[in-house]
């Protein structure tokens, strides 16, 4: 154990862990052996191995498989929480919520930056076949979105909803105006900007339940951050549904009001935003919200109508000791990743609702001990898994 880490076991305290798919790992975790903060973590490896390989992605954004080095990887982190934090302005403990598939570049660097900035990530529920919301995922999501209010999302550009789910709603786009709050008033809604069928089904509302707009347009046509000029963002007067501040996605298509995910990655603030913070105080400690299976003897959000939602908030702290006993039951990582079985750790859980928690796991299992996390394919999928460890040489595998 290194001295940084350490120093800071007296930051962690001991919390119970109720979800049931996890108790045992909690139950083979001491306090003792509770880690540094992840963003500590990242931040020792960064500096005293930069060039070493952190993570490795299959299938991206940029159709070619992708490597993250400690160096670029922190980078990533830092770039993204000092956007949430400096930029959009959001405070520890608060909301954002992220609709992305477990296996993507972007989810892994969204859950590690939320962490860093102290903010609590609602991890929307991911479509289990080909990216199609249907009207079950779609509800969930919905309900999140209203049971945690969160100040902003981020979505993922492929996912489409389909016909049944979005029905309810499509109807709204047909009335000729729309007001806002604020007094803003669209006329025209055909010259709005048209987002993919994920974002419709998201801001149109049902039909007697209020009109919204899918987006609303700002003055000058534009979205996205004001690096250059050294002017925080300021939402425009938007018609973003659920008290919404800011949506970003992760496509390449300009979209009025929303953001690009690569803006965020573009921040570079001195002092860093989070720099201030108390490291040691549970203040500044990130969080996740999750959903459950409904099998489970959870605790339920009813959303009413029959559409009650069993979700679960997972410490920061809490899922690092999840981590380090995950490590521990798969027999060890090691950090050298020329040791093909111990060094190199395949996560391929699935991209169900217990799979999203899972993956997250043990993505940070591999990080605290430097062992190279692989994501096989945007869903995680266990048969694409399989074959990347067997072509890896045989590397560990997190599978469901």
Known sequence: MTTMQGSALSRWTSRALSYPLHRHLAQTATAAEAPARLVAQLEHVARHRPTKDALKFFESTRNHT??????????SVQALAAGLRGELGLAPRDRLAAWLPAGSAESVVTC???????IELVVLPAPQRHRLVDDVVLDHAL????????????CWHEYETVPRAVAARVQALSVPAVAADSGNTITEVEHLDRPMSLLQALFVAPPGLGVRAPISRDSAGLAGL??????????????????????????????????????LLVYDAMPHPCAADDLSGAACYGSFVFLRPRSDAATTADGGAGRGVHTETVTEGQLMREAE???????????????????????????????????????????????????????VSPAAGQEVSDREGGALLVST
Do not use: C
Request: charged letters at 20%; proline letters at 6%; aromatic letters at 6%.
């Open 112 to 118: 590690l930056a939320a962490a860093a900035a102290g």
């Open 226 to 263: 004001s690096v250059l000029s050294g002017v925080p963002y300021t939402p425009p007067s938007a018609l973003l549904p659920r008290e919404l501040e800011f949506v970003a996605h992760t496509g390449r298509e300009t979209l009025r009001t929303l953001l690009h995910f690569r803006s």
């Open 325 to 379: 006993a995950m490590a521990r039951e798969l027999g060890g990582l090691d950090s050298d990743h020329s040791n093909a079985v111990r060094g190199r750790l395949v996560i391929a859980p699935g991209d169900s609702v217990v799979g999203q928690r899972r993956a997250l796991t043990a993505l940070v299992a591999a990080l605290l001990h430097e062992t190279l996390a692989i994501f096989p394919s945007y869903d």
């Open 66 to 75: 992708m490597r993250f080095t400690a160096r670029a990887l922190w980078r």
């Open 143 to 154: 309900h999140l979105l209203d049971e945690y209010k969160p100040r902003g999302i981020i």
